[in-house]
Nanobody
């Protein structure tokens, strides 16, 4: 059974930082890309960042480029999202997602963790 357990969300002031973690299990971690996707109620999900399993390359939405950093620890089957210089527009539920290995398609996502950025 695929499990994607996101954690690390919370309330932070604009300009602050958070680090999200996602513990993955139930699949061969090295065979898939991992990503973070966020959603505000009533809006479409937005892909935030992805780390590829084919070449280790990283991808970022323009809105977070230069502020967020995705990384993974294969030994722990865990992916992280370091979020710096947070803005109120970053407020959303952040979901950890299992992806096609070049970040082209979402296969599964977890329950998410709420990030709230106050102005």
């Amino acid at each position: 059974e695929v499990q994607l357990q996101a954690s690390g969300g919370g309330l932070v002031q604009a300009g602050g930082s958070l680090r999200l973690s996602c513990a993955a299990s139930g699949f061969t971690f090295d065979d898939y890309a991992m990503s973070w996707i966020r959603q505000v109620p009533g809006r479409e999900r937005e892909g935030v960042s992805c780390i590829s399993s084919s070449d280790g390359s990283t991808h970022y939405a323009d809105s977070v480029k230069g502020r967020f950093t995705i990384s993974s620890d294969n030994a722990k089957n865990t992916v992280y999202l370091q979020m710096n210089s947070l803005e109120p527009e970053d407020t959303a539920v952040y979901y950890c997602a299992k992806m096609e290995n070049n970040c082209y398609e979402i296969y599964d996502w977890g329950q998410g963790t709420l990030v709230t950025v106050s102005s």
